[in-house]
């Protein structure tokens, strides 16, 4: 859609020209002061019904939203480039420019335009920014996601000793739902922490901006704002957080490291100063420990597609999976429990003991996912109404909300033996205040409005004096009917109409046939001539025009009352806003556990069993995510079990070296058992017959093969970077997979780093860890290696072609099948046969100290002439070898040995 920037309003007209004879006009002096104000922001600046933008800005926007750009006045002897779009609508392109990294600061008319009339013709009304909008400081659910947290983020540096790391301090702020946090870090944890956390917007001092390390990582996030030093002077963050949070000390917030108060001081002053002096309520700053949570690298969370996919999309990723919530808050509580693991086996156990509740319940399971679909966002609403950006809406949800509470607390009631983590969250769900309910009930109309500003959302009868300003103004509206229908009848003109619009109020509108009419004598000594248009002549009179004034009069009497009454109403909403969203998290809590309930019920999940050991033994485990695909082709999941515990006598767990062919699912593997453990440490049901894990406090994904351009690195360059990033950090109580580690360079550097990588996991990071490869080699490994043990995916070939049973079982496979695959993948039929061909005569050969001899008599790497390229048909002694070849003779039944016995007497050549 595009907007044509419109003149605003005459009750609010600027100077025709913003340059007068040289001088800038007093609008252009105010918009210029204005801007300067707010450097790097476009300037949102209001004029009657639309927000414009001047300059560069316009020219910025008019790209960005894909708005006419055009031209008014001067400056400095130049056009001015304009563009503008409506009030109404603006919250559509605030979006649409946030989303593309802009910031903006709104500026809005802080006075009606009469009155700046009477300060004289060439005042200007008075105008001030009244927000920044930035991407972390959003509340407006047509600008937010409903199912994922919108953080800002404060990053605080510490220089360390010559011999040590920089310390990072974080504190990351969703002021849609008031969740404060903090934490600390090391400089090499960062990049971690920022995949886990997600901000929306990240804020840092200028130096560590243009810092040589950690700048660049800095740079690649979607958007980092760069301050001044003194927004994380660390001697005065205690100050700041006391004066936002209104205390004399924050000691009855808990102890943050003055690393950690410094991030938070700078988001809090961040906060204020986007806002204007308009203070969301935040929850105080609640510290994370450090290791409170399993430790997943970027690349993992990447490998695994834990929230999105490669592509990027949520669709296919494993939240989609087991995201079975029905509220938008208990969507963004399970993708925060899902990007951050526990790894504090109590807290676990409590979190499995509420899904277990309702596993064994499934009425109450069902009768509170009910209660709970009529449970509005409280915490957004909450938020939205605190900085003055709500609406009757809002104050509806709330009261809705503490009905719903009621209802969840009254089937809660009626279960036996309930855990102490919803113990807690029935409690919170008492908090709230009745009264409030009944006083929100009676004041808001059924129906309501979207805006304060469009007003009848209060309750006929709640307001007496509200009641008799309506009375008047709806009656003043009758007068205007039965006017319109004297001036028909009085004109004759049966097609006169009344009607209003914001630039000329009230007016009497006739055709132009009959314009010419209502102009001659006499009727014109009452029809006071205003405007012609195209098709339509506009009119007044003195009658209509002290009418018109008797119904703005009552009309803006009646939406002052409302507005009076809403304030009132959100003073009350505010006092009990910590009640209120105390239940709006024990909403998002049962949503989760009667969510993870219904998934554990419908796709057959089991309870995991999380300790403090090094366990890890999973009996019939499955892949979330594919089993699901499956499940929608009819299909089914081939479950396996996988056994890295420490075996007799060990202290460490086990490394399984899984060999087999591609497309059989060794990577399926590696991922399942990766999500299975992970899920567990969420506090959720697994799918697998049994599972018991000891927690795992860091988590490893190679998988996959992807190249960085914009690093400068190729695909190898990547697989060892991350290869090296597993290596150099892995511990015991470490979770590692690897898929086919060196594939990227020339077969024995491949093989020598495959091989040295497993030794090192083995006796230097002497973690729990699954292997794939393709080189079969390594298996000779197991043989000095006590905890390496081999796995296969099994297969079986029939008649040339390999079918996959992905099955996993103990040994090793004999070859990869990976003609057999090309096959299936449809290469012609030529290169086929002469791979085969090429294939027979390497494997003929010692492949040590003669293979690079012989692939050097092969004439794989000569550019062939076209004659040359012509494939050679295999002789009949190749075929009769490569039949032999493919049978098992271990995998065949009788009636399939005879069977093959005579498919190879067939092949046989005729003798006379």
């Avoid at 992905?806 to 496979?813: I, K, Q």
């Avoid at 057999?820 to 012609?828: E, F, I, S």
């Avoid at 086929?832 to 010692?846: F, G, N, P, T, Y």
Wanted: with cysteine; glycine share 6%; proline share 5%.
């Amino acid at each position: 859609m595009t907007i044509h920037s419109t003149p605003p309003a005459p009750t609010d007209t600027p100077a025709p020209e913003p340059e007068v004879n040289g001088r800038v006009t007093p609008m252009m002096e105010q918009y210029l002061e204005i801007k300067a104000a707010n450097p790097g922001l476009l300037l949102f600046y209001r004029m009657g019904d639309f927000y414009e933008l001047f300059f560069e800005d316009a020219e910025t926007a008019s790209r960005a939203l894909g708005i006419m750009l055009t031209k008014r006045g001067k400056h400095l002897g130049q056009d001015i480039p304009m563009c503008g779009v409506p009030v109404e609508k603006s919250d559509d392109y605030l979006h649409r420019l946030i989303a593309l990294g802009h910031r903006v600061a709104v500026c809005e008319q802080m006075e009606d335009p009469a009155a700046a009339r009477k300060r004289g013709n060439k005042s200007v009304v008075r105008r001030d920014v009244v927000r920044l909008v930035t991407p972390g400081t959003l509340t407006e659910d047509t600008l937010l996601d409903p199912k994922a947290n919108n953080y800002l983020m404060a990053i605080a540096r510490a220089r360390a000793s010559s011999s040590g790391e920089d310390r990072i301090g974080l504190a990351w702020i969703d002021i849609s739902t008031s969740e404060f946090t903090a934490t600390e870090c090391s400089a090499g944890e960062l990049s971690a922490t920022l995949a886990r956390i997600n901000p929306n917007e990240v804020i840092v001092t200028d130096a560590l901006f243009s810092d040589p390390d950690l700048g660049p990582l800095l740079r690649e996030l979607p958007s980092v704002t760069p301050l001044t030093r003194d927004v994380f002077d660390g001697a005065t963050a205690e100050r700041r957080l006391c004066d936002y949070f209104a205390v004399a000390t924050m000691d009855g917030f808990g102890t943050l490291s003055r690393l950690e108060a410094t991030a938070a001081a700078a988001a809090v002053t961040y906060i204020d100063r986007t806002q204007v002096g308009k203070r969301p309520p935040l929850s105080p700053p609640s510290r994370e420990a450090i290791g409170a949570t399993m430790a997943i690298d970027p690349a993992t969370r990447a490998n695994l597609e834990l929230t999105r996919t490669l592509s990027g999309e949520r669709r296919g990723s494993l939240l989609d999976a087991i995201d079975s919530t029905v509220t938008a808050a208990g969507s963004r509580l399970l993708a925060r429990r899902l990007a951050a693991p526990l790894t504090e086996t109590a807290a676990i156990a409590r979190r499995l003991d509420a899904i277990a509740t309702f596993v064994d319940d499934s009425a109450a399971r069902e009768d509170l996912r009910g209660f709970l679909r009529g449970a509005p966002d409280m915490s957004r609403a909450l938020a939205r109404l605190s900085v003055g950006r709500g609406g009757p809406r809002d104050l509806a949800g709330l009261r809705d909300g503490i009905v719903a509470a009621d209802a969840a607390l009254a089937r809660l009631s009626q279960i036996e033996n309930l855990p102490l983590d919803i113990l807690a969250a029935m409690d919170a769900l008492r908090r709230p205040s009745r009264d409030l309910t009944q006083e929100l009930s009676r004041a808001l109309a059924d129906d309501l409005p979207l805006f304060k500003r469009d007003g009848g959302f209060v309750r006929q009868n709640y307001h007496a004096a509200l009641d008799e300003t309506r009375s008047l103004r709806d009656a003043s509206r009758l007068v205007v009917a039965a006017m319109q229908a004297r001036y028909a009848d009085d004109t004759g003109i049966k097609a006169l109409k009344i009607r209003h619009n914001n630039v000329l109020g009230y007016f009497v509108e006739v055709t132009a046939q009959h314009g010419d009419k209502l102009m001659a004598p006499p009727l014109n000594a009452t029809f006071i001539h205003r405007q012609t248009l195209a098709g339509q002549v506009r009119f007044t009179t003195t009658e209509l025009g002290e009418t018109e004034a008797k119904i703005a009069n009552a009309g803006d009497r009646a939406l002052g009352l409302e507005l009076e009454i809403f304030d009132k109403l959100c003073e009350q909403a505010m006092a009990a806003s910590d009640d209120l969203r105390a239940a709006a998290h024990a909403f998002a809590f049962l949503d989760v556990a009667t969510a993870l309930a219904k998934l554990a019920v419908d796709e057959n999940y089991v309870r995991p069993d999380v300790d403090d050991s090094l366990a890890f033994a999973i009996d019939g485990g499955r892949h979330p995510v594919v089993e699901q695909a499956l499940k929608r082709k009819g299909e089914p999941f081939i479950a396996n079990a996988c056994d890295l515990s420490p075996g007799p006598g060990q202290a460490s767990g086990q490394i399984w070296l899984l060999t087999g062919p591609n497309m059989a699912g060794k990577s399926t593997f590696l991922r399942q058992n990766a999500l299975i453990a992970l899920m567990a440490q969420t506090g959720s049901y697994v799918p697998a017959k049994n599972a018991r894990i000891g927690v795992i406090d860091r988590l490893f994904s190679r998988v996959g093969a992807a190249d960085d351009l914009a690093r400068g690195r190729s695909t190898f360059m990547v697989e060892m970077v991350e290869t090296a990033a597993i290596l150099n950090q892995a511990g015991e109580r470490a979770l590692v997979i690897l898929d086919e580690i060196g594939r990227g360079t020339a077969t024995f550097d491949g093989l020598s780093i495959a091989w040295a990588s497993i030794e090192h996991l083995h006796e230097s990071n002497k973690c729990r860890a699954l292997f794939a490869t393709h080189y079969h080699e390594l298996t000779a490994l197991s043989a000095k290696l006590p905890r390496l043990f081999n796995a296969t995916v099994r297969v079986k070939e029939w008649q040339g072609d390999v079918v996959f049973l992905h099955e996993v079982l103990p040994g090793s496979a004999d070859r990869s099948y990976g003609i057999q695959v090309a096959k299936l993948a449809g290469l012609p039929t030529p290169v086929i046969a002469r791979a085969k061909s090429v294939l027979a005569k390497l494997e003929a050969q010692d492949r040590g100290s003669t293979a690079r001899a012989l692939v050097d008599d092969l004439p794989l790497f000569a550019v062939p002439s076209r004659a040359a390229a012509e494939p050679q048909p295999p002789t009949e002694a190749e075929l009769l070898m490569d039949a032999l070849n493919a049978i098992h003779p271990d995998e065949l039944s009788p009636r399939e040995a005879l069977d093959a016995l005579y498919a190879l007497k067939a092949k046989l050549p005729k003798t006379t």
